[in-house]
């Protein structure tokens, strides 16, 4: 098999896996791709930060935590979903128009989304790498806007559902 032909068969196979993911994710789709890929990140810089730092030893049982950790994101990403199906099928039986399907499933991709790019950045701090102040004060206002967003729409749905 020649480069092309690898290329041509990896290329093919992101295709599906993209529109596999899209037909249940829709426009959200990107979304947890970034996540995951985020989420991949925070992995590697863990170990690098580790492997720079002279009071620190990269562990197997520290990476498997970390691998822990993130499927049971994975398993927080199911648990949106989940949700957002059974209240779309609810409000289907019970006759009430919703906008998005999947709003829950959004929020906790923008949610690990934010959080995993601060940890990255954390990571690459601790390995001694310089991160400019505007990242830091753009990642925290991001963090803020999506607790701030997600709340807001719980309390407007908790008050609408209380009339």
Known sequence: ???????????????????????IFGVF??????????????????????????DEK???????DGLYKKLGYGMLIALAFLLDKALL???DALGINIVSKIIFTALVLAWLLVRELISNVE??????????EFLNKVLGIAKDKVD????AIVDREAGRNAD
């Open 29 to 54: 789709a990107p979304l947890l791709i970034v996540t995951v890929l985020a989420m991949f990140a925070d992995l590697i810089t863990r170990i690098y930060a580790a492997g720079k730092r002279t």
């Open 89 to 91: 099928i609810l409000a």
């Open 123 to 132: 990571n690459l701090q601790h390995a001694g790498i310089e991160i400019p």
């Open 148 to 151: 701030s967003t997600a709340g």
């Open 1 to 23: 098999m020649g480069n092309n032909e690898i290329k041509t068969s990896l290329i093919g196979a992101l295709a599906v896996i993209y529109a596999f993911l899209t037909s």
């Open 58 to 64: 990269v562990e197997l049982k520290k990476v498997l």
